[in-house]
């Protein structure tokens, strides 16, 4: 990818697509290798920390299970959503198919949904990247962190009692426990689908909105 290419400040790392990153996703509960930043960025943005998104699964050569989606339509992401939908996620650098409105087609056929993603419609959320990776990078460290149910209760009750908040007045709600049990547990119900989450810069700030999820 040429060096001034719009989508080398995702990651700020200049290699411009061509990193290799191991990550962890809560969601599959499993370890996971990202050939691109194109591919972290995807992840974060429409798969791990997505609401509408319950499960999803690599392309057909990481499984096969995915013997049943139709043949001549390649794909990266396999994903479950909330409303009971079954979608094929193809990443390209710009543009589609030429014979994407046949893929769509032949993919409804077998009642798949068939969506390609380039790296435009990263650009407006791209913000949300690090800010997420940083979160996921949190999530991963805390996943074997015992926390009490007394403090699962209380948060619990704090998200159905006042239904919308700020991160800040979360904590402070639950000043007899550690703050960074509270934080992890807070990125928990989040990373859960228990509440819906809307920041700038940077997700743990005190200022971060939160509301339950319906």
């Not at 009490?148 to 426990?177: C, K, M, Q, T, W």
């Not at 992890?184 to 939160?210: D, G």
Request: charged content about 25%.
């Amino acid at each position: 990818m040429p060096a001034k290419s719009k989508t080398a400040h995702f990651t700020k790392r200049g290699n411009h697509f061509g990193n290799l990153w191991s990550v962890y996703s809560l969601k599959i509960n499993q370890p996971m290798r990202l050939g691109s930043d194109r591919l972290l960025a995807h992840w974060l943005l429409r798969l791990e920390f997505s609401s509408a998104v319950i499960s999803f699964r690599f392309g057909p050569s990481a499984d096969s299970t995915f013997s049943d989606v139709p043949d001549g339509i390649e794909y990266h992401f396999k994903v479950e959503t909330a409303d009971g939908a079954i979608e094929l996620h193809y990443l390209r650098t710009e543009g589609h198919s030429l014979d994407y409105a046949d893929k769509i087609k032949h993919a409804a056929r077998f009642n798949y949904k068939y969506i390609e993603f380039n790296d435009e419609d990263l650009i407006p959320a791209k913000e949300k990247i690090l800010p997420l990776l940083k979160l996921a990078s949190f999530l991963n460290g805390g996943r074997h962190v015992y926390i009490p149910p007394h403090l699962r209760d209380a948060a619990e009750n704090y998200i159905s009692n006042n239904r919308r908040g700020v991160l800040g007045s979360f904590v402070s709600s639950l000043s007899n426990f550690d703050s960074n049990l509270c934080l992890l547990m807070f990125c928990r119900m989040y990373s859960q689908r228990t509440i819906e989450v809307e920041f700038e810069s940077n997700f743990f700030s005190r200022s971060t909105m939160w509301w339950k999820h319906e």
